[in-house]
T-cell receptor, first 113, second 115 residues
Framework: KAGVTQTPRYLIKTRGQQVTLSCSPI?????VSWYQQTPGQGLQFLFE???????NKGNFPGRFSGRQFSNSRSEMNVSTLELGDSALYLC????????????FGPGTRLTVL | QKEVEQDPGPLSVPEGAIVSLNCTYS??????FMWYRQYSRKGPELLMY????GNKEDGRFTAQVDKSSKYISLFIRDSQPSDSATYLC???????????????FGQGTILTVHP
């Protein structure tokens, strides 16, 4: 069974631009969570989607947004990029909403210059 | 104070040693406890998943949860150089409200197993 896939794997952007990251969950998994990983803050929860609805949101500014499609694939968007947004963005999938056994993808490494 | 505290190490042990990794937490609502392994430039890989207090064993790995002390541990027996990675503890509360899909992570412990 294929794991969680994320595209692209690497991105370089400049301040003020926006970026869209994509995540395809494990087949049959319907819940997708997003996390930001930085050396200073570690892994921090961004938001979770189930059935095309955001069910939970972490403590991040409104520049961070996401959506989920009917096939459970998810995208996250960061607008007006700042230098501090440079991080590894990880997507995790689980079977259903509230099911805490989460499986992570390889991440998208975003560098903001 | 962080909800989950984990000694970042680094921890260096010889091959074959028993490794003990630990996390403490402050949120008594946490019910689910996980350990992930993360190799450099990779996503975290789920190693152990436990609910509430008790022990769980899987091969060379044993996870322990003591909810009364708010303390969890991961033991690795007969450690191998391939175990060299960052180990992350993660926790979550019961489904509902602010717990939906949210794992709270420790900072991670960097482990090196040298031959």
């Amino acid at each position: 069974k294929a794991g969680v896939t994320q595209t692209p794997r690497y991105l370089i952007k400049t301040r003020g631009q926006q970026v869209t990251l994509s995540c395809s969950p494990i087949s049959g998994h319907r819940s997708v969570s997003w996390y930001q990983q930085t050396p200073g803050q570690g892994l921090q929860f961004l938001f979770e989607y189930f059935s095309e609805t955001q069910r939970n949101k972490g403590n991040f500014p409104g520049r961070f947004s996401g959506r989920q499609f009917s096939n459970s694939r998810s995208e996250m968007n960061v607008s007006t990029l700042e230098l501090g947004d440079s991080a590894l963005y990880l997507c995790a999938s689980s079977i259903t909403q509230g099911y805490n056994e989460q499986f992570f993808g390889p991440g998208t490494r975003l560098t903001v210059l | 104070q962080k909800e989950v505290e984990q000694d970042p190490g680094p921890l260096s042990v010889p091959e074959g040693a028993i490794v003990s990794l630990n996390c403490t937490y402050s949120n008594s609502a946490f019910q689910y406890f996980m350990w992930y392994r993360q190799y450099s430039r990779k996503g975290p890989e789920l190693l152990m998943y436990t609910y509430s207090s008790g022990n769980k064993e899987d091969g060379r790995f044993t996870a322990q949860v003591d909810k009364s002390s708010k303390y969890i541990s991961l033991f690795i027996r007969d450690s191998q150089p391939s175990d060299s990675a960052t180990y992350l503890c993660a926790m979550s509360g019961d489904a509902g409200g602010t717990s939906y899909g949210k794992l709270t992570f420790g900072q991670g412990t960097i482990l090196t197993v040298h031959p």
